[in-house]
């Protein structure tokens, strides 16, 4: 055969299995594809197509596995009986680490800092401690910085937060921030401060910078991941749900049941590939619970 017609054949072949796709019921073989393939559609399919026509074949299974997976997705999050929000550009708007060093004059070191903790290029113990060893707060700058630069609510997480609580669905803020700040965020919000999970500052008695707890599941590498161990195993959850923007959030799936990456406020590119749904806005799952 030409390698044109070759080519035409190919289109053929996966235009048919578009459409299979689209209408699994009336899946028919014709009685002309060979036995080889009959007996492996997508080995011999993989073998026989042009290049061009296994590039198609290989977006649409993409597309229909995506489609499938962001599905189940949804139904775990519809179904959930906890949901673990992080806070920092999730639940806010802002970087709290951000907003303390700019607070604190040295907001240009540290944002860049943030940025490879949040795309995961550095480890986030590692990238806490630098980032403190530079702002070294003290007691007063941290009040002052929540008096005077509340942290703002990122648009509809007020009222997903209400929806979850009217179905009884207990809500978590599990967080590489400062609780300090994360527990005014939770008040907001009326979540039970013994809900947020979120690391602690430490001053001398003068007030003045002296590290933070380091024994804090948040304050390490994977430690998102080990509060929702610790929450299955103390609740009893089987279907818990993590949502956030970062890499930190995105790797406590597993053990969290399902992950839904949200860029409301800035989009990670990384997450964004990796999430099986991703949303960029919380009037999105709004309305996913709209459908129960």
């Not at 080889?36 to 590039?55: E, H, Q, Y």
């Not at 060893?133 to 997480?157: F, W």
Request: with cysteine.
């Amino acid at each position: 055969m030409h390698q044109s017609e070759q080519c035409v054949s190919d289109r053929a072949w996966c235009d048919w299995l578009a459409l299979s796709f689209q209408r699994p019921t009336e899946w028919q073989i014709p009685a002309s594809v060979p036995a080889v393939i009959k007996a492996g559609l997508f080995a011999g399919l993989k073998r026989a197509l042009c290049v061009s026509v296994r590039k198609r074949l290989s977006l649409l299974l993409h597309s229909v596995l995506t489609m499938t997976t962001a599905a189940q997705t949804q139904e775990l999050f519809r179904c959930a009986e906890a949901v673990c929000f992080d806070v920092d550009s999730t639940v806010i708007r802002e970087e709290g680490i951000d907003e303390l060093a700019k607070f604190c004059g040295v907001g240009d070191a540290v944002t860049e800092m943030t940025r490879k903790a949040m795309g995961g290029s550095v480890s986030f113990q590692t990238a806490l401690s630098e980032r403190l060893s530079i702002i070294k707060c003290s007691r007063e700058q941290v009040n002052k910085l929540i008096t005077d630069h509340p942290p703002q609510l990122t648009p509809g997480i007020r009222e997903l937060v209400e929806k979850l609580h009217q179905r009884n669905v207990k809500v978590f803020l599990i967080s590489g921030g400062f609780r300090c700040i994360v527990e005014h965020v939770a008040s907001q919000l009326n979540i039970p401060l013994h809900h947020v999970y979120a690391n602690r500052l430490k001053f001398y008695f003068n007030g003045e910078y002296a590290g933070f707890d380091e024994s804090q599941p948040t304050a390490q590498s994977g430690g998102k991941g080990r509060v929702i161990s610790m929450l299955k195993e103390q609740y009893g959850f089987k279907n818990i749900v993590m949502i956030g923007d970062g890499a930190t959030d995105l790797e406590a799936c597993p053990p969290a049941s399902a992950f839904i990456g949200f860029g409301g406020n800035v989009v990670r590119q990384q997450v964004k590939e990796k999430s099986l749904w991703y949303v960029t806005s919380f009037g999105e799952l709004l309305k996913e619970l709209e459908k129960i």
